[in-house]
């Protein structure tokens, strides 16, 4: 889930999706769904796949919190 996570989040604060991939370790592939919705054409369907990877960070660190 990290590499998932490390990309929204590098997108969210300005990177560029293939910046973001590019500073992954080689050993850990890009999460490809994320990835390939991150780069479609269509703004909203970028915009529904970063909003649900943001989301399942902050339910990630809400849980930590919680406990």
């Known amino acids: 889930m990290w590499q998932r996570?490390?990309?929204?989040?590098?997108?969210?604060?300005?990177?560029?999706?293939?910046?973001?991939?590019?500073?992954?370790?080689?050993?850990?592939?890009p999460t490809d769904d994320l990835v390939h919705k991150m780069r479609d054409p269509r703004k909203v369907v970028r915009a529904t796949a970063l909003a649900g990877a943001a989301r399942e960070v902050v339910v990630a660190i809400d849980r930590m919190t919680l406990r």
């Not at 997108?11 to 850990?28: C, H, Q, R």
């Open 5 to 29: 996570s490390f990309v929204a989040m590098s997108v969210l604060v300005g990177s560029t999706v293939d910046d973001a991939v590019g500073a992954l370790p080689s050993s850990d592939p």
